[in-house]
T-cell receptor, first 114, second 110 residues
Framework: EPEVTQTPSHQVTQMGQEVILRCVPI?????FYWYRQILGQKVEFLVS????????KSEIFDDQFSVERPDGSNFTLKIRSTKLEDSAMYFC????????????FGPGTRLTVL | GQNIDQPTEMTATEGAIVQINCTYQ??????LFWYQQHAGEAPTFLSY????GLEEKGRFSSFLSRSKGYSYLLLKELQMKDSASYLC???????????FGPGTRLSVLP
C-alpha cells in the first residue's frame, strides 16, 4: 500500500542552524501539506502546496520557513534559522485531490533545537 | 479568531459506545475532519463531513450540524485498540486552511 515517507525520523540541531525536512508524498497525489505538533499540544497547519506553488499558509509559516518540490518525488520544508520554539514533530501529508479529500500523513520528523 | 473545542479526556469500557463532541467557531467553514492519533504516531483519517447529518462508516460514525457549529464522532463496540486521541479539524476556504482542536484522549478499559 502506498505511503508517505519522511526523513530523517529525528533531527537534532543547534539554535540558528538551517534544517531541511524531507518528505516523499504518495506518487499520484497532487496536494501536499506540512503540519507541526509541539509535544503535548494540538496539530497546527503550516502550509499547503499545489501545482508547484504555495496554495495556503498559516501565520506560523513566516519568512523563516520555505517549501520546495525540487524534483518529481520530494517535498521539502526548510527552516532557515531555527529557534528553540521550533522543536516539534513535523508531519508531511498528501491528498489525491483537493484538501477536502482524505489526507495521508507521513510518520513525522521529530525536530529538537538545542 | 478561529476556535475549536473538544473534551480533553474520556474513558469508556470495552464493547460500549462513546460519543466525542466537537464545537467550532470559525469563518470560511467548509467541512470538518475527524482523525485518530495513537500516541507517538501520525494522525490517520477517519471521516470528512460537509453536509449536515450523520455519516456511518463501520464502527465509526460522524455527525455535523453547520448551523450549531457542532460535530460528534460516535464509536461503537469499543475495542482496546481504540484507545487514542481523536482530533477534529475544520477545513476553511482560505488562509489558515485547517484548524485543529486540542484532541480528546480516549481510554478504553477492559
Amino acid at each position: 500500500e502506498p505511503e508517505v515517507t519522511q526523513t530523517p525520523s529525528h533531527q537534532v540541531t543547534q539554535m540558528g542552524q538551517e534544517v531541511i525536512l524531507r518528505c516523499v508524498p504518495i506518487s499520484n497525489h497532487l496536494y501536499f501539506y506540512w503540519y507541526r505538533q509541539i509535544l503535548g499540544q494540538k496539530v497546527e497547519f503550516l502550509v499547503s502546496f499545489y501545482n508547484n506553488e504555495i496554495s495556503e499558509k498559516s501565520e506560523i509559516f513566516d519568512d523563516q520557513f520555505s517549501v520546495e518540490r525540487p524534483d518529481g518525488s520530494n517535498f521539502t520544508l526548510k527552516i532557515r534559522s531555527t529557534k528553540l520554539e521550533d522543536s516539534a514533530m513535523y508531519f508531511c501529508a498528501s491528498s489525491e485531490g483537493t484538501p477536502a479529500n482524505e489526507q495521508f500523513f507521513g510518520p513525522g520528523t521529530r525536530l529538537t533545537v538545542l | 479568531g478561529q476556535n475549536i473545542d473538544q473534551p480533553t479526556e474520556m474513558t469508556a469500557t470495552e464493547g460500549a459506545i462513546v460519543q466525542i463532541n466537537c464545537t467550532y467557531q470559525t469563518s470560511g467553514f467548509n467541512g470538518l475532519f475527524w482523525y485518530q492519533q495513537h500516541a507517538g504516531e501520525a494522525p490517520t483519517f477517519l471521516s470528512y463531513n460537509v453536509l449536515d447529518g450523520l455519516e456511518e462508516k463501520g464502527r465509526f460514525s460522524s455527525f455535523l450540524s453547520r448551523s450549531k457549529g457542532y460535530s460528534y464522532l460516535l464509536l461503537k463496540e469499543l475495542q482496546m485498540k481504540d484507545s487514542a486521541s481523536y482530533l477534529c479539524a475544520a477545513f476553511l476556504n482560505y488562509g489558515q486552511n485547517f484548524v485543529f482542536g486540542p484532541g480528546t484522549r480516549l481510554s478504553v478499559l477492559p
